[in-house]
């Protein structure tokens, strides 16, 4: 007789290792946007990082011979390749000029709480008691987290604007996101959807080669990095994850990225986080931890789905849990 249980908690591996490719991803991310974005603007970085995602992605994508995703998953492609990959981008870069790295960290990450309340308002997902505390205990350390790192008196309306719009691209990208994969792989969702937010940044095209002339080596290799690895894979595994998962559930996983950011900010950069930044990092961890869990019935209860997709409607249907 076999084991449902056994058998959804060996399933979950692979979804909950891409979910953990594309957090240590993002948070690296950090460090190179802090060197590649002292010699690009805003636009022109994210249009960089965006033609080499888009290239990476365009070759696996013709190894593969995945070919264009169907009709149905087009109007969320192009959604989430516009809010996310373009607005949120472009934003992003330009917020963190305005305002220091800890006051950006604590209003972008209002984007979780966004997407559990768009996933559980246009996707039907529910917020089960453990989602919501872990949320609330994430979202407690980082803003631990961003009070630890703020500068003196650095943050400026205008910047703090910024992040929020980042933050609500961020969200929509990802609600969006979701029920293209029920008709598209995930890399399909992630290439097109690179490729429409290279499209809307093709504006900044004379800024890039302009600063791309004159920058130094390594500002140049950092933004082929961010491209290559935070975009094209991280996003693809991001992807393969949501498939598997809740909107909400995944969006609570990127709190590990402040932490992940503080950890690797002392290993690379040689920044030594305080007492109070660590406090605010485990805390991150923590709400992550009680966010992902999931009750021992729920996993009885939800374990005999086919690949835990959303139907065309993007409702949740029963499904094995995921990462």
């Not at 996933?119 to 407690?140: C, D, H, I, Y």
Request: proline content about 6%.
């Amino acid at each position: 007789m076999t084991n449902p249980t056994g058998t959804t908690h060996r399933s979950r591996w692979p979804a909950l290792a891409a979910a953990a490719v594309t957090v240590v991803l993002w948070a690296s991310a950090f460090v190179s946007i802090r060197s590649a974005g002292t010699t690009y603007s805003p636009g022109a970085l994210a249009l960089g990082r965006l033609l080499a995602g888009s290239l990476a992605l365009g070759c696996v994508l013709l190894v593969r011979r995945e070919g264009l995703p169907p009709r149905a998953a087009w109007p969320g492609i192009a959604v989430s390749g516009l809010l996310w990959f373009g607005v949120y981008m472009v934003v992003l870069n330009w917020g963190e000029r305005e305002v220091d790295a800890g006051t950006a960290a604590m209003v972008v990450n209002i984007g979780p709480v966004l997407i559990a309340l768009l996933g559980a308002r246009l996707l039907g997902e529910a917020l089960p008691p453990r989602l919501l505390a872990g949320m609330t205990v994430s979202f407690a350390g980082a803003v631990t987290v961003g009070l630890s790192m703020s500068g003196e008196g650095s943050a400026s309306a205008l910047g703090v604007l910024l992040c929020l719009l980042a933050a609500v691209g961020y969200a929509g990208g990802v609600v969006a996101q979701k029920p293209a994969l029920a008709h598209a792989s995930a890399l399909q969702v992630t290439t097109f959807g690179a490729l429409v937010g290279t499209v809307a940044c093709l504006p900044f095209t004379g800024q890039l080669l302009s600063e791309a002339a004159k920058a130094p080596l390594a500002a140049t290799l950092n933004m082929v990095y961010l491209g290559v690895f935070p975009t094209a894979l991280a996003f693809t595994t991001w992807a393969y994850a949501l498939a598997r998962t809740t909107a909400g559930r995944m969006g609570a996983t990127t709190y590990a990225v402040p932490a992940l950011v503080v950890l690797m900010s002392w290993l690379v950069l040689d920044e030594v986080p305080g007492l109070l930044t660590l406090a605010g990092g485990a805390l991150c961890l923590a709400g992550v931890a009680v966010s992902r869990s999931r009750p021992r019935r729920s996993v009885d209860r939800e374990g005999g789905s086919s690949r835990g997709r959303t139907g065309v409607s993007g409702r949740r249907r029963p499904v094995k849990p995921g990462s």
